[in-house]
């Protein structure tokens, strides 16, 4: 099975242009667009103006009308027709005449990025001191005539409501869940968010269709970055019983996979990364807690709650917090390629168990009624002609016959397959491979492990 790329890109279109603030009716508009799009998805509410740990719920947002006139009232900005990332994110209310000193106090530009407007984000996590202001290209900037006298209409309104987040969930054998996460939020943009939040859901989604029961729950929250993580981790991290958290973010911008752990360096989810990067050498750049970038790991992973989350992303991004984040900047290969690493990470938390052996003492693992010995390439300096198996072949350049005696040797009833394949240093689905073997043989019975 595959991503699902066309349903990405269709969502994407649909939800990318919207201006999604912490709290507005086109926010609103996209959650009921996941609703629409994806079966059992919940939306979740948190009313305006609540508290918790000092962090408030956000009031309602919208926009009036934000325009910017030049001295002979012709428009240099107009909300309606740039879009939703030309005005601050919460901005206030404003109406004043000033000259270029005065405005270039409230715009925002990049002249590294000249073509671009610029993400004006800290409003959301500032509601006490609120600015008004602008976000131009700075290309544009350079052709405005400073010498005259600006005029500046925003009319903004906030009202009380509900913050939204939404989650889709498969649910297990086991009341134990994983919880992927990202936010919805960021309006025009969509790698930085929106895009890990509709990857997020179409991997639950693949879940689903490739399990018929999984061992594990497996949870899609989609937020309002860092403060609707911390409200739903309050209210919900328990009952769900979220044992560990992945934040996800940038899947499928043309750069290298990077991944942040979790706080404690060592979680399961951090070590199964580790293992998919050495088994498939795969180049990540692996870095500590919050290093890099920064997302909604840091509401799951905080004191006292204590749900060890990293971060997957794709770093550097020169489109960063900017216009230019849109689905050109999307490559299928790149988002195909994370999709492969976190079924992989599922696939180890699922078909990991605990092999039980029922013989003590050595096996005569070539006897023909077990037929699992595989020579070695060299014997008595002589090169054998080595036929193997196909479930073999794809291990060729491994050293089998070292593996298959060390993992029959390591066997202790205690040690599950992942924990095995980390010790021997051989690739996951290689011990998967030599254990199922002995299993259809009768020299080992399952055990169900949780590793998590």
Known sequence: MQFDFNKFSKLAKLLTGLNRSHNSKDTKRGFNILKDNFQDLKILKTKSGTVSNFWVAPKQWE????????????????????????????????????????????????????????????????????????????????????????????????????????????????????????????????????????????????????????KYSYLALSTVEIIGSHFFVKKYSKSLNIKEALSINTVGIKSQINYSKSFSQNSIIDRIINKISIDKNLNINFSNFRDKMGADEIAFDAAGVNIPCGLLFRWPFKEYHSSKDNLSAVKKNKITELFYLVRDVVDILEEDYVPILKYKGLICLSNPDLDLYIDRVEVSSIKQNIKLDSEYQKFKKINLNNSIVNVSRIIDNKLSLFEISEKLKIPFKLTKVICDNFYSKKIISKKKNNLI
């Open 63 to 214: 926009v009036i009308r934000a325009k910017l006139k030049d001295s002979k009232k012709r428009t240099i900005i107009d909300w309606k027709k740039n879009g939703p990332m030309c005005l601050y994110s919460f901005s206030k209310s404003f109406k004043g005449i000033l000259n270029w000193k005065e405005l270039d106090q409230h715009l925002l530009y990049d002249p590294k990025r000249p073509d671009s407007y610029i993400f004006h984000f800290r409003n959301q996590y500032r509601h006490w001191n609120r600015e008004w202001g602008f976000s131009l290209p700075y290309n544009k900037i350079k052709k405005i005539q400073k010498n005259q006298k600006f005029f500046v209409d925003i009319k903004t309104t906030f009202k009380n409501d509900f913050m939204l987040n939404s989650i889709l969930k498969c649910k297990g054998n086991s009341n134990k869940s994983i919880c992927f996460v990202s936010h919805f939020d960021h309006a025009g943009q969509l790698s930085d968010g929106l895009g890990a939040c509709l990857f997020n859901n179409l991997m639950i989604e693949f879940i689903k269709k490739k399990y018929k029961k999984t």
